[in-house]
């Protein structure tokens, strides 16, 4: 193993006596963030005001953070662009794909899905009307449920509630083979292990930043589309910066050529600058090395959770090639047992109905975190200290 843990972990500002299990839901800080942020809003934002645009390189951020990206989900370069939000992305992948792809009208994905991704596929095909419909399997079914009716397969790679993973490779052949083109949901992916996009010969793939990827709460999403794709694929939401020349201000529009076209509005520069200097903690990793430390930090979780809570049970598959990077678990009082660890310093999360999520983030997560939290949990669960009214109240958080 190349890359050294300990110094990445020194990149980040956690908070003493913490041990920060959700990096799945909302990375944390680096250290480098703030600093950016400071030189963005006063060095640039306040002495170059709209001049910034050009003399900071605003207008590019988004493609070449895109490129800083790609390296991390194995895509093409110019492949990938930011803005917007996830679900916004969804959408342009989704729509270019039904498109290209007429008359079929069957969008095909699976019950483990993230809602949001399944919201936006009702909302687009209520909108499309024309026999568009979202089909649901199970999904262990997906890839026998694949026939030559199927417009889109849409699929988040890895499920957000078990970390099940599904098999790119295998699922992309199969749906090729049958004329289905693929839109891959990367938001538990990107940053968590090795993703090969171009290898994979993926046709679309979305992501958001906030995960993994550490640019801090609400950043900004990404879109892929695979090359062969990108002068064909019409941009659903066709906004001004999607436009062949932005500043023409033609009535009418052009898509831009290549990946530019699925830009939308304006960027968010600010949260551009905090992904960009986020992004930096990743020189020098190794994905494989990433992905083996992920694994060996999931198993001594495993191991040493079952030894000590036998009420728990794994959600999580067993076999390291069937899931992502997280662990698990099922109880039926689990929101109370998560409020119970993060007031002990130990912060994970909840998915309804009966989840408990622990995201394994090597970047900064250590063995001593991981025996530290087991060992809690373990205490926690053989006192019953999460059956108490602070625990238990009958209105939960807004956020889980």
């Known amino acids: 193993m190349t890359t050294d843990f300990d110094a990445t972990r020194r990149l980040f500002d956690l908070p003493e006596g913490i041990v920060y299990l959700d990096g799945n839901s909302l990375g944390p800080l680096p250290r ?3 600093d950016r942020l400071a030189r963005t809003v006063s060095a640039e934002w306040g002495q170059m005001l709209i001049t910034g645009w050009n003399r900071a390189g605003w207008i590019g951020l988004p493609a070449r953070v895109g490129n800083r990206i790609a390296k991390l989900v194995g895509a093409e370069p110019d492949s990938i662009v ?8 969804v959408y342009q992948a989704l729509a270019a794909a039904l498109e290209m792809n007429a008359p079929r009208g069957i969008i095909l994905s699976d019950t483990g899905n993230f809602p949001s991704d399944l919201y936006i596929a009702e909302g687009l095909a209520r909108t499309l009307g024309r026999d568009v419909k979202l089909r649901l399997v199970a999904p262990e079914d997906l890839a026998a449920a694949l026939d030559d009716t199927v417009a889109v397969l849409l699929v988040t790679e890895v499920d957000y509630r078990t970390g099940r993973r599904h098999d790119m490779r295998n699922l992309i052949a199969r749906a090729q083979a049958l004329g289905v083109l693929t839109v891959w949901d990367l938001a538990h992916s990107a940053g968590a292990f090795p993703v090969h996009l171009a290898a994979c010969n993926a046709d679309f793939a979305v992501g958001c930043s906030y995960k ?3 640019s801090g709460p609400g950043g900004p999403a990404f879109i892929y589309v695979a090359p062969r794709h990108q002068d064909r694929a019409r941009p659903a939401l066709s906004g001004w910066m999607g436009h062949a020349v932005p500043f023409a201000f033609d009535l009418s529009y052009r898509p831009a050529s290549g990946i530019e076209r699925m830009r939308v509005g304006t960027p968010p520069i600010l949260h551009l600058a905090a992904l960009d200097a986020a992004l930096d ?3 020098g990793v190794d994905l494989n090395d990433l992905r083996t430390r992920s694994l060996d930090l999931a198993d001594l979780f495993i191991r040493l959770v079952e030894m000590s809570c036998p ?3 794994l959600a999580t598959p067993r076999a390291p090639d069937l899931r992502g990077s997280q662990v698990s678990l099922r109880h039926p009082e689990g929101y109370a047992i998560m409020q119970a660890l993060i007031a002990e310093g130990i912060i994970g999360d909840f ?3 009966d989840i408990l999520r622990f995201g394994i983030t090597p970047l900064y997560v250590q063995e001593e975190d991981i025996r530290r939290a087991a060992t809690v949990l373990g205490r926690i669960m053989s006192n019953r200290l999460w059956d108490q009214p602070e625990f238990r109240k009958p ?4 956020v889980t």
């Open 32 to 34: 480098g963030v703030a």
């Open 82 to 89: 930011m803005g917007d939000t996830l679900s916004i992305k």
């Open 212 to 214: 993994y990827l550490n």
């Open 281 to 283: 903690v990743w020189e």
């Open 311 to 313: 009420e728990l049970i």
């Open 351 to 353: 998915r309804a109905p």
């Open 395 to 398: 209105v939960r958080n807004t």
